[in-house]
């Protein structure tokens, strides 16, 4: 595209940079009507908190069954020994035709599943494509052939065993495999074995070791699994041997416990993360009806340690590939103090087909939230490079001609307009 094209972004203001009231009033409902199909909607998506008396119900329902008190329910450890692992037990909680029965016999033969009794409750007994359902309970579709079984090849990046190192600076060790409730659409299922496993202390010693003979490494990642799911002390031994080398410049901490598990989150977990500061917390809520008064108080109580919290969504397929769920989502998160990161691309992984979604679907997303919500809830929207290639940002063309003195660019309303390129 050569030709110039005609500075319209603009156009309403008069050519001496004043404009009447009138041209005023009216940028204000312009302004206004590009968000009113979403200010129309946003009630109907509710978040956990604004649906809480349904789960508290369900809740009640839950811990019936289980003979629970509320001081077992509010311990973690509690939640983890009870579990939701057989078919009998979630159909007493939630409807299950016979095929959905049979369906999670079998595919639980191939995939475990474990849903945690909180992460249970937030199933809407009401609705049978409820998004905490879909990325909870077993189906069918996890049957399907297509895809692989580590697309990223982790496999193929592991210089220690428990280390994956695609970049330069920074690399993630994978301290277990053990999580709160096992996500239908995880990339990491091959890991996610028969029996929960913690790495040995040696293999951790290991890798600790890796990073300190790497002078280059100056963020560290923890992850799983959850990296949560390890218990107080040996979190704090791990810290205390990063925090060690002198070059760590960083932790991060990926986790999903705030979702799933969020009772993990105790005073004497954030006292020990706060003893290792910079620590950043990266989470992964996907669905606006994840956000409940729960994983709100465990995330203000590491914010309030100083904790930087990010989101790392997963664009999922029947979860969230919509671009109201997720500005509700991201708007919602900002208001529990986490800052959405990255919304991923779904993997191609094997078990996993009934989740993918197309990429024009994902750029769509993006769109609809630059200039209608905040910056800070716009996240990065990644692809991952097949075969350890790395992630890959992708976003709408704004840009439509870059040349010697000149550029031309679309705003978020998709007015055209040109600046100078010259330096
Ligand atoms: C995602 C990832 C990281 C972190 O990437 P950032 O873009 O820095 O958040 C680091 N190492 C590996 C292997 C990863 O998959
Ligand atoms: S918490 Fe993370 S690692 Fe664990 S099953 Fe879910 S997506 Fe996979």
Redesign the pocket.
């Known amino acids: 595209m050569k030709e110039a094209i005609q500075f319209t972004a603009l156009g309403e203001i008069s050519h001496s940079g004043k404009t009447t009231q009138s041209a005023g009033e009216d940028r204000f409902k312009v302004l206004k009507d590009s968000i009113r199909d979403y200010e129309e909607i946003k009630d109907t998506i509710k978040t956990g908190i604004e649906d809480e008396e349904k789960i508290l119900w369900q809740k009640k329902l839950i811990m019936k069954k289980l003979n629970a008190t509320n001081t077992e329910w509010n311990d973690y450890k509690w939640q983890l020994r009870n579990r939701f692992t057989q078919v009998e037990d979630l159909a007493e909680i939630i409807q299950l035709t016979p095929e959905e029965r049979e369906a999670i016999a079998v595919v639980g033969k191939t995939y475990r599943y474990a849903i945690s009794p909180y992460y249970m409750s937030l199933i809407d007994p009401d609705n049978p494509d409820c998004p905490i359902r879909r990325q909870a309970v077993p189906c069918s579709a996890e049957l399907d052939d297509r895809g692989e079984l580590d697309p990223m090849d982790e496999g193929g990046w592991t210089p220690e065993e428990l280390i994956t190192r695609r970049y330069p600076d920074r690399l993630i060790i994978k301290v277990t495999n053990l999580?709160?409730?096992?996500?239908r659409?995880?990339?990491?299922r091959r890991l996610?074995g028969e029996h929960d496993t913690h790495a040995p202390k040696n293999r951790l010693i290991k890798a600790i070791n890796y990073v300190k003979e790497n002078k280059e490494i100056r963020d560290v990642l923890i992850t799983?699994?959850?990296a949560f799911m390890l218990d107080d002390q040996t979190i704090d031994w791990l810290l205390s041997e990063l925090r060690k080398i002198d070059h760590v410049e960083i932790i991060r901490f990926g986790t999903?416990t705030p979702v799933?598990l969020p009772q993990r989150i105790t005073r004497d977990l954030v006292k020990i993360l706060k003893k290792y500061h910079p620590i950043y917390v990266n989470t992964?809520f996907n669905s606006p009806r994840e956000i409940t008064r729960d994983s709100k108080k465990a995330c203000e109580m590491l914010a309030d340690a100083g904790i930087p919290l990010g989101n790392q969504m997963v664009l999922l397929n029947g979860v969230n590939n919509d671009k109201y769920v997720v500005r509700k989502l991201n708007q919602n998160l900002l208001r529990i103090r986490v800052k959405p990161y990255y919304i991923f691309h779904p993997k191609t992984v094997k078990g996993t087909s009934h989740f993918w979604v197309r990429i024009e679907e994902g750029l769509e997303i993006m769109e609809s939230l630059r200039g209608r919500t905040s910056g800070m809830a716009i996240p990065t929207y990644i692809v991952n490079g097949p075969k350890g290639l790395g992630k890959t940002p992708l976003l709408p063309n704004y840009l439509s001609y870059i040349g010697k003195d000149k550029a031309v660019l679309r705003n978020w309303q998709g007015k055209t307009f040109e600046i100078e390129n010259i330096v």
């Open positions: 999580c709160g409730m096992f996500c659409f995880c990339q990491r996610i799983g699994g959850d999903r799933t992964h």
